[in-house]
Structure formats: structure tokens, C-alpha cells
């Protein structure tokens, strides 16, 4: 199927699903009401507060998420029941890859409110980074509850199925985000993978096409497409879509047989040709995360910022 990204991208022959892209998806607008000011605090310190969170705001915009963290720390120490804060916070150390501090800000983003969705959806995100699907759906279950219309919750759920063997369910998933979304190229993307997998061809010729028709550089579904074309012998269609793929990404690995094509799903990727035109991270849009799968396309995930760790 492809995948971030963001962050996606792809992985299937027991690799992955991209969960959309290195890019970054619109998952909801945050406005923040500054607490600060609700409590009528000193003025120099509201003055400082603010400042802090603004600073925080810009930084992370820019992609200096090192400076963000500080920034969002500095607002805490002053303000340090803003629920909001320590999801702003936790999602900079998401995207500089660690996991481990953005689960321990988001736990205490829900205990101060239970009912921050974007927090308990990014929580997901970074169980599922962490290795524990199982984690992540719990997460993503209760995310839906909370906003059961989100086209990008239900396809990482797809994601996070399919990793654990479940492609019926995820597939069920991903119908789900494309109902919800019907411009959701990822979400096709990731359901013809699926079908591609079951071997109902037709169906994923049908839906690679429809991410085609989205987003006209998706380098990896005339990838696929190619596959799905050579498994019902139309060897014409199969080449012209495999040149696409390569003229469009030419750091797709090259395949010598169809079996040897790539079988992956996006868990929220643009390829990168695509989200550097599209994708946004400001802090205020909610990033569908980064869950792809296949090693070989690391280089588009929307974590690229910086290769961090949790030691």
C-alpha cells in the first residue's frame, strides 16, 4: 500500500501500511483560550506566559522543535494545569522522534482533561511508533468515540489492524475514513493495498486510481497500480505505470518480477514530492502521524527533522 507521511508510504509484504504520509493531515483547528488570563494572574506574569506560549507556537512552526520544547516548558513552569500546553509539548517531541516524553506529556495532557482528543489521538500515534499496536487502537478507539466522523483516526486505526494481521478489519477502516473523507487519497491508497494483498485486483486497480486522480504525483500507487495491472496480465499497462513511478520517485526500488513489487499501506503519507507542496505542520492542525512502515522510504517520513531517540 504505500505512510508523515508524516509525518505518511508503505509497507505490505508483512511490512506495513502507510498510515498517509510524511506530510501532515488536518485533523481538527486547537484554539487555545490562554488560562492565563482567565485567572487574572499578575500582569507580568500573564505578559510572560504569553510570550512563552507564542514563542513556543513559532518555533514549532518553523520546525524548531528543540526550541519549541523549551519555549512550552517555560509556559508550564507558569501555567502548569494548561492541558493544552502539554499536548503542544508532547507533540514536538513526537516529531523529534521521542516517543517515550510524548507519552508522558499527553498522559498528563488527559488527566488534566480526558476528553482532549487530540492528545489521546497523537498518544496513539506514538504507541503505535513505539512497536504497541495494540496500545495505539486502544487510543484510537477512544479518540472516535470522542470525534467519530475523523477520516484520519480511522485510517491509522486501518494501519495499526493491519500490522496486527487484521486486513479485513482494516479494510473496514479504511472505508470508514474514505466515507468520512472522499478526497482522502491515503485512505484509497491503503484500501487497495488491501485489496491488492487479497488478491481482488480489479478492486485495487479502482482504488490505487482514485489516489492517482487525488493526488496526480503519488508515485507509489502507480507503483502498486503496476502490480495490480501485471496480476491480470496487462503487461501494456503495467510497464507505463511502473515508468510513471520511477520518473516520479526514482528512489523506488526497482522490482525484476511483479512478486517482488511493493506491497505496502500509507499511514499518513504524502510522497515527498507531494506533501513539500501540501503539507503543513503548524502547530494548530492535527498531523495524521507517521506510520510508515517500509524501510526503504524513511526519507519521506514526516519525522526527518531529526533522528532522535528515548535513551
Known amino acids: 500500500m504505500a505512510g508523515s507521511t508524516g509525518e505518511a508510504a508503505e509497507k505490505f509484504n508483512n511490512k506495513a501500511i502507510v498510515n498517509t504520509t510524511c506530510a501532515v ?144 478489519m482494516a479494510e473496514k477502516d479504511f472505508s470508514k475514513a474514505t466515507e468520512s473523507n472522499p478526497n482522502f487519497a491515503e485512505a484509497f491508497y491503503n484500501r487497495a493495498t488491501i485489496h491488492l494483498k487479497l488478491g481482488n485486483h480489479i478492486q485495487a486497480i479502482k482504488d490505487f486510481s482514485t489516489a492517482i486522480d487525488l493526488l496526480p504525483g503519488y508515485a507509489s500507487a502507480y507503483y502498486n497500480r503496476a502490480v495490480a495491472y501485471g496480476k491480470t496480465g496487462n503487461q501494456k499497462k503495467d510497464a507505463a505505470d511502473y515508468k510513471t513511478a520511477l520518473s516520479l520517485n526514482p528512489r523506488l526500488k526497482p522490482r525484476r518480477t511483479v512478486e517482488g513489487a511493493r506491497d505496502d499501506i500509507v499511514r499518513g503519507k504524502y510522497e515527498k514530492n507531494v506533501r513539500q507542496t501540501r503539507a503543513s505542520r503548524d502547530i494548530d492542525r492535527i498531523p495524521a502521524p507517521p506510520h510508515e512502515l517500509n524501510p526503504e522510504n524513511d526519507d519521506f517520513t514526516s519525522n526527518d527533522a531529526f533522528d532522535g531517540d528515548d535513551d
Open 25 to 168: 493531515m488536518v485533523l481538527s483547528c486547537l484554539f487555545i483560550a490562554n488560562p492565563v488570563f482567565a485567572e487574572n494572574r499578575p500582569n507580568q506574569t500573564t505578559v510572560a506566559a504569553v510570550s512563552a506560549l507564542e514563542k513556543g507556537r513559532s518555533y514549532h512552526n518553523r520546525r524548531d522543535y528543540r526550541q519549541a520544547i523549551e519555549a512550552y516548558s517555560n509556559y508550564i513552569r507558569m501555567v502548569p494545569d494548561s492541558a493544552d500546553a502539554y499536548y503542544r509539548r508532547g507533540l514536538s517531541y513526537y516529531y523529534l522522534r521521542l516517543y517515550k516524553r510524548t507519552v508522558q506529556d499527553l498522559n498528563r495532557a488527559i488527566k488534566i482533561n480526558p476528553k482532549h482528543v487530540e492528545a489521546i489521538y497523537i498518544r496513539g500515534a506514538a504507541y503505535y511508533q513505539m512497536g504497541d499496536a495494540d496500545r495505539a487502537i486502544l487510543d484510537y478507539n477512544r479518540a472516535l468515540k470522542l470525534r467519530p466522523n475523523s477520516a484520519e483516526i480511522y485510517n491509522n486505526r486501518g494501519v495499526a489492524q493491519f500490522k496486527l494481521g487484521n486486513p479485513e
